[in-house]
């Protein structure tokens, strides 16, 4: 409880002075509770995910963002991404959003919760409280974006226990029936502190022109590319479809899931005389992750046995579907809602591990103003 209240304290240090453009809710939780069907409602793996975001103005930049520039300006410059300037982004893009803010929480069990036994063939508890800055620029062709995130983590805060034990013990009939109560959370990969730095990519490949007068389109296409360092380490490549009737100004809106927690991109400069929207969207997302600090631990040792490196499938895909609308009201405000009921992720592990791929769904709320 001590760290919980010291992270808090931080962020309240940190966010006190800060002005309000944007905000956003979520939750994801295990794909069988939201059918609520008791016999099949385990909440199992990816069990649950929780967050709140909030924008600030450019020039009251929090500490967390600052520190993300410094960074985004050397490794940029380093990788070749972009000639990185911390005040205008670069002159091809030129378009900046306002940094995102947000506090995220998510929750990983093994597949046997009722068991206090360690499940040495499965992957342990874990926890991650984190709190994430990012900024995207959009080119000045908008067809073209840029997206810097920093996250700063905790593993192995007791609210993951505190909150599905309280869910499942309010179904369960004193654990006579699925979903039964979590008993092994004694086993979670224990406190320290972890992080996550990611450069992401886009471009809207169809429709090819965004036109300035007219910005109904009825057909999507997008893809972007991800380098990942930290609690997640690696590389992601993405497909985005959206079909239905679009603001083709939205083309990077991301309804993602896991490793971007920030689940509502908005540019607010060229957002005047906003269209209603309403479309289904799909994603794929291949991965190949070399590192998951959520299945091999950190540098602190866990009662629990962690899942070896040699065990953990590198190659993995996440597919996600759903249904999606956006109500404008004023000139630059909007309502946007996002229901995906069916989100997918292959396979982590491999070798002696438990096989098994994860279902999982989500509901998105973003009000922008």
């Not at 939201?34 to 930049?61: P, R």
């Not at 874990?126 to 908008?142: E, G, I, K, P, W």
């Not at 997008?222 to 479809?241: C, D, M």
């Not at 540019?267 to 309403?278: Q, T």
């Amino acid at each position: 409880m001590k760290y919980i209240i010291l992270f808090c304290l931080f962020l309240q240090s940190i966010t006190a002075q800060n002005i309000n453009k944007y905000f956003s809710i979520y939750t994801e939780e295990d794909f069988y509770p939201i059918l609520i069907d008791s016999n099949k409602a385990l909440d199992e793996n990816y069990t649950m995910g929780f967050g709140f975001g909030w924008s600030c103005s450019d020039s009251m930049l929090l500490y967390l963002t600052r520190l993300r520039k410094q960074i985004n300006k050397k490794i940029s410059n380093f990788l070749n991404i972009v000639n990185y300037d911390t005040d205008a982004g670069n002159l091809n893009y030129n378009i900046l959003e306002y940094p995102r803010i947000s506090l995220n929480g998510g929750a990983f069990t093994p597949d046997r919760i009722e068991d206090y036994n360690i499940s040495y063939d499965d992957r342990p508890y874990s926890f991650l409280l984190s709190y994430q800055a990012s900024q995207t620029f959009l080119r000045n062709d908008y067809r073209r974006a840029l997206t810097y995130t920093l996250a700063i983590g905790l593993y192995g805060t007791g609210i993951g226990k505190f909150v599905q034990t309280a869910i499942h013990e309010s179904l369960n009939d004193h654990d006579t029936k699925n979903p039964r109560t979590p008993r092994g959370w004694p086993h979670q990969i224990k406190c320290e502190p972890s992080f996550l730095y990611k450069i992401s990519k886009s471009q809207l490949c169809w429709p090819k022109n965004i036109g300035k007068d007219n910005y109904r389109s009825y057909f999507e296409v997008s893809y972007s590319k991800e380098l990942l360092i930290g609690y997640y380490t690696g590389f992601a490549a993405e497909t985005n479809l959206r079909i239905g009737l679009l603001d083709s100004r939205n083309w990077f809106n991301r309804f993602n899931n896991l490793n971007d927690v920030n689940k509502k991109n908005e540019v607010k400069g060229i957002y005047k005389n906003r269209l209603w929207e309403f479309y289904l969207y799909f994603n794929a997302k291949p991965q190949l992750i070399f590192y998951n600090e959520g299945l091999s631990g950190g540098f602190r040792n866990s009662d629990y046995v962690l899942t070896p490196l040699k065990d953990t499938n590198p190659f993995i895909i996440e597919l996600s579907t759903g249904i999606a609308a956006s109500i404008p009201y004023c000139k630059c405000g909007s309502l946007n809602i996002a229901w995906c009921p069916f989100s997918l992720k292959s396979p982590e592990m491999w070798g002696n591990k438990i096989i098994k791929t994860h279902y999982f769904g989500g509901v998105y709320i973003t009000l922008n103003y």
